[in-house]
Structure formats: structure tokens, C-alpha cells
């Protein structure tokens, strides 16, 4: 529940990390604003093996190209996050997954996206990343994570919400 979330700066990028018990919100009052855009909600979905967990770096000629960062992407009109995750790790890594918790959520300052984090699980699980999204992909170590450069701002507010 909204009530419940806890807003925590996490670094100079200014990237916010908000833990909810209850649902995402699609908006959430501190961010209106005269002339500001709508959310928009995005996925992203943490899959580990071991003491690793899979990212991927972005392809070039999107956003943020070259940039390491969890799988995951945006949720379309219509469908919610639990099949969002599910729909975009298969889309751009070929797998499938199975949620089995949602984490929290994640949004960027100075960004109109939120992004609900999702604990899956891999039904299947032999990666055939989408070049057009993906550049490569990699089973990190745990304590390796945050030297992967370069990284988007978020992945240090999903670090903390996994607590690494």
C-alpha cells in the first residue's frame, strides 16, 4: 500500500527506491507536477543461480546502449506486471520464467518510468538473447556486481532492495 512506502535517496544519480507491501501505484502525489507526463510502468526481473544473478548489457542504437542492467522492459496497455516480466525476459532473452515474488519498486529521477521488481524463476532456461535489445548477456557473482561498468542507476536500488 502506498501508505506503507519508505522513500530512500540511494546515490548522487538520485535514483529512489520505493518498498510497497501492497500494489505499484501508477502515480504517486510527489510526483505530479504542472505539465507532467504520466508513469509509465516497466518490469524488471531478477533471476539468480547460485551466487550469481543474470544481466544484460543494452544493444547499441536503444536507450542507454552499451549500459549493463537487469532483464525486463516495459508493461503494455492492458497487462500487468506479473505477465509483463514474464513476456519481456522472453522476448529478449528467449526464456521462460515463472514470478515467484515481487520485490518492491524502482524509479529514476528525472525519469517518468517506474519499474515493479520481480523474483522469477527459470521454467526454461537457455538464453537466445534478441541482438536488436540485447548485446550480451552474464551470469554476474554476486560480488562482482557492482564493477560491472557501465551500469544503469537502478541496479544499485535493486542491489540494496536484495540486500547485496
Known amino acids: 500500500m502506498e501508505s506503507q512506502a519508505t522513500r ?62 537487469f532483464p525486463g522492459g516495459h508493461v503494455e496497455t492492458g ?16 526464456i521462460r520464467v515463472e514470478p515467484e515474488r515481487r520485490l518492491g519498486s524502482v524509479r529514476v529521477h528525472d525519469s517518468r518510468h517506474v519499474l515493479a521488481v520481480w523474483q522469477v524463476r527459470c ?11 540485447i548485446a550480451d548477456w552474464k551470469w554476474v557473482p554476486i560480488a562482482e556486481l557492482r564493477s560491472l561498468l557501465p551500469s544503469l542507476a537502478s541496479n544499485e536500488a535493486v542491489f540494496q532492495m536484495l540486500a547485496l
Open 79 to 94: 497487462e500487468t506486471p506479473r505477465i509483463a516480466v514474464v513476456r519481456e525476459l522472453h522476448e529478449e532473452l528467449g
Open 8 to 69: 530512500r535517496e540511494i546515490d548522487s544519480r538520485r535514483v529512489f527506491f520505493f518498498r510497497a507491501a501492497g500494489s505499484m501505484s501508477n502515480h504517486h502525489p510527489e510526483w505530479a507536477g504542472a505539465g507532467r507526463k504520466r508513469v509509465r510502468r516497466g518490469v524488471i526481473g531478477v533471476l539468480r543461480a547460485d551466487d550469481a544473478l543474470l544481466m544484460v548489457q543494452r544493444a547499441a542504437g536503444i536507450a542507454k546502449g552499451g549500459f549493463w542492467c
Open 123 to 133: 521454467a526454461a532456461c537457455v538464453v537466445q538473447p534478441a541482438a536488436a535489445e
